[in-house]
């Protein structure tokens, strides 16, 4: 080997080490709850470091020395939870840990089948908005996840499955807009939702079953539903959701928006007419005008 080779050999044994002492180093900084990107230079690690100590504020909103050290666990349980994650089978990633609190981004692209993979994770109290554009299945996907207040707008284009999607999410306040124009299975989607106030949108072209998804949703009045009678059924039972439309005048447009403006005309189309179930309170709400609209669209109400 000539002087020449042997020195082009250092340097590059000498980058392959520098490589992996920042990659340790990063690691390190990871696991005591600070983010380090991939990217970043050596420059930025000092002050990364400092960033360790920065939980203290907690102290000063009255926090125990014990809480900050358990946050800071889970911090850096998060960081470690990145180093795991198996796009091959994903339902196994975190499936029903009780301490995660949060969790890291990873590319999740490549998965086709989101079902339970945060199954029961009832101290989950935020998500990053993965990528879910490939999955078909959503199934059980957050159930169980009873301390989650929001999710963010998943890409569910693809999915076909919803069942049992949000069940148990007690602590949820609002469900973002969601293209759910593929989904055959809606059965207990958000049941027992105790704390949902609003469902910005969800589409029912395909849906053919959807029995108990508002049920115990109790605080669920916004509710906005497209394509009401494009599916197959025959039945359409709503009169879970309680109180839909109760409590304010936007409460009641998605109502109407829901039942009329969206829904289809199953009259001028030449189909069936179908039955669309609602609760006393919620059916209350309709003019005998509206009632006379959504029954001339080819629809019943019960």
């Known amino acids: 080997m000539t002087k020449i080779e042997q020195l082009r050999k250092t340097i590059a044994d000498n980058l392959t080490l520098l490589s992996n002492t920042k990659k340790n180093i990063q690691r390190a900084i990871r696991h005591k709850g600070v983010n380090v990107g991939n990217d970043e230079p050596f420059s930025s690690y000092p002050v990364k470091i400092d960033a360790i100590e920065e939980l203290g504020f907690l102290a000063g909103l009255g926090y125990s020395a014990e809480f900050i050290a358990l946050f800071k666990e889970r911090i850096s349980l998060a960081f470690s939870l990145e180093e795991t994650f198996d796009e091959k089978s994903p339902s196994t990633w975190v499936s029903q840990n009780t301490d995660v609190l949060f969790l890291p981004f990873v590319d999740m692209s490549a998965v086709t089948s989101m079902s339970r993979v945060f199954y029961n994770c009832s101290s989950l109290i935020a998500v990053p908005l993965y990528d879910t554009s490939n999955s078909v299945d959503m199934s059980h996907t957050f159930s169980g996840c009873s301390s989650l207040q929001f999710i963010p707008s998943f890409d569910v284009s693809k999915s076909e499955n919803m069942a049992y999607s949000f069940s148990g999410c007690s602590s949820l306040l609002v469900i973002d807009q969601l293209d759910t124009s593929r989904v055959t299975n809606m059965a207990f989607m958000c049941y027992n939702c105790g704390s949902l106030q609003k469902i910005e ?102």
């Open 201 to 302: 949108s969800i589409d029912v072209s395909c849906v053919t079953a959807m029995s108990y998804a508002f049920y115990g949703c109790s605080k669920l009045l916004f509710l906005l539903i497209k394509n009401i009678g494009k599916s197959s059924l025959s039945t359409i039972d709503l009169s879970t959701a309680a109180n839909w439309g109760a409590g304010s005048a936007e409460n009641r447009q998605s109502l109407i928006d829901s039942l009329i403006t969206y829904s289809l005309d199953r009259a001028a189309a030449g189909l069936s007419a179908s039955v669309i179930k609602l609760s006393s309170e919620t059916k209350a709400l309709l003019t005998d005008e509206e009632i006379a609209q959504i029954t001339d669209k080819g629809f019943s109400i019960a």
